[in-house]
């Protein structure tokens, strides 16, 4: 009898273990790699969406900017002037302002909702709306809407971002209040004096009243600079000229509430 031999069997059991061993190795490189591909892309595309929302919010404040500067210089500008803000975007290399399925250039805009028969900016309501918060509550205000778009866009990745911001002019009538001052305003009463009405500076306001005697305001008082007690707006002071008597401004509308000290 002659012995068989196993050595070609078992061969071929070693060759199918390896092929599976590499199988299994190559699909563990082949996951690896799509891993590491994925990160990168994910990484790339946060780093383009982070950089994006940088360059679009450069250009919001940039445009806002240009826009308080162009009513620091005229405080009634032209459809024309607002619009001429457009064409001034800020350059950042990589990025561009586009807006979606349009031009370069048109993802940075400043408009107006309302347009007068000159085509110039024009309020919303011209009768005036009514304030609802700040020092000139329960006034109405000529109130003018600017509306600011930036759509920032990466010009290698995909990155895009969009933001919005709403502008308000508003003119208070000045026939609103009681007393209104382009300049400095002074109330140094004698007697005992009470005012009921709103009161407003654009310049400093000087409260005093003689000793002994009271003023009294029961509206909302504001003042651009300074409200001044220790002396007039000669620069004399009130306490040598017996003024120090008690100035009383009000906590709540149509009450005083409290000294001024």
């Given at each position: 009898m002659r012995?068989?031999?196993?050595?070609?069997?078992e061969?071929?059991?070693?060759?199918l273990?390896?092929l599976?061993?590499?199988?299994l190795?190559?699909?563990l490189?082949a996951g690896?790699y799509a891993a590491?591909n994925?990160?990168?892309?994910?990484?790339?595309i946060?780093r383009d969406?982070t950089?994006?929302?940088?360059v679009?919010?450069?250009g919001?404040?940039?445009l806002t900017?240009d826009?308080a500067q162009?009513?620091?210089?005229?405080?009634s500008?032209?459809?024309v002037?607002?619009?001429?803000l457009?064409?001034?975007?800020?350059?950042?290399?990589?990025?561009?302002y586009?807006?979606p399925?349009?031009?370069?250039g048109?993802?940075?805009?400043?408009?107006?909702?309302?347009?007068?028969?000159?085509?110039?900016?024009?309020?919303e309501?011209?009768?005036g709306?009514n304030i609802?918060?700040?020092?000139?509550?329960?006034l109405?205000?000529?109130i003018?809407?600017y509306?600011?778009t930036i759509?920032?866009?990466s010009i290698t990745g995909?990155?895009e971002?969009?933001?919005?911001?709403e502008l308000?002019t508003?003119?208070?009538?000045?026939?609103?209040?009681?007393?209104?001052?382009?300049?400095?305003?002074t109330?140094?009463?004698?007697?005992?004096?009470?005012f009921?009405?709103r009161?407003h500076?654009n310049?400093?306001l000087?409260?005093?009243n003689?000793?002994?005697?009271?003023?009294?305001f029961?509206?909302?008082i504001?003042?651009?600079?300074e409200?001044?007690?220790a002396?007039?707006s000669?620069?004399l002071?009130?306490?040598?000229?017996?003024?120090?008597?008690?100035?009383?401004i009000p906590?709540?509308?149509g009450?005083?509430?409290?000294?001024?000290k």
């Amino acid at each position: 009898m002659r012995a068989v031999s196993h050595k070609s069997g078992e061969s071929g059991i070693v060759l199918l273990t390896t092929l599976l061993i590499m199988l299994l190795i190559s699909a563990l490189m082949a996951g690896f790699y799509a891993a590491v591909n994925s990160d990168v892309r994910a990484t790339a595309i946060d780093r383009d969406q982070t950089q994006a929302y940088a360059v679009a919010h450069a250009g919001l404040e940039k445009l806002t900017s240009d826009l308080a500067q162009l009513f620091e210089a005229d405080v009634s500008p032209t459809g024309v002037q607002i619009l001429a803000l457009n064409a001034n975007p800020p350059v950042i290399t990589g990025f561009e302002y586009t807006a979606p399925g349009s031009t370069v250039g048109s993802g940075y805009a400043v408009s107006f909702n309302n347009v007068d028969a000159n085509g110039d900016p024009a309020p919303e309501d011209p009768n005036g709306s009514n304030i609802t918060s700040g020092a000139y509550q329960g006034l109405k205000g000529i109130i003018t809407k600017y509306p600011i778009t930036i759509t920032a866009r990466s010009i290698t990745g995909n990155a895009e971002v969009r933001l919005r911001r709403e502008l308000q002019t508003v003119a208070v009538p000045v026939f609103q209040f009681g007393v209104y001052s382009e300049t400095d305003l002074t109330f140094y009463a004698g007697d005992n004096f009470g005012f009921g009405g709103r009161v407003h500076t654009n310049g400093n306001l000087f409260l005093s009243n003689l000793y002994g005697n009271t003023l009294t305001f029961t509206d909302r008082i504001t003042a651009v600079k300074e409200v001044v007690r220790a002396h007039f707006s000669n620069g004399l002071s009130v306490s040598s000229n017996f003024f120090t008597g008690n100035v009383l401004i009000p906590t709540a509308i149509g009450s005083p509430g409290r000294n001024l000290k």
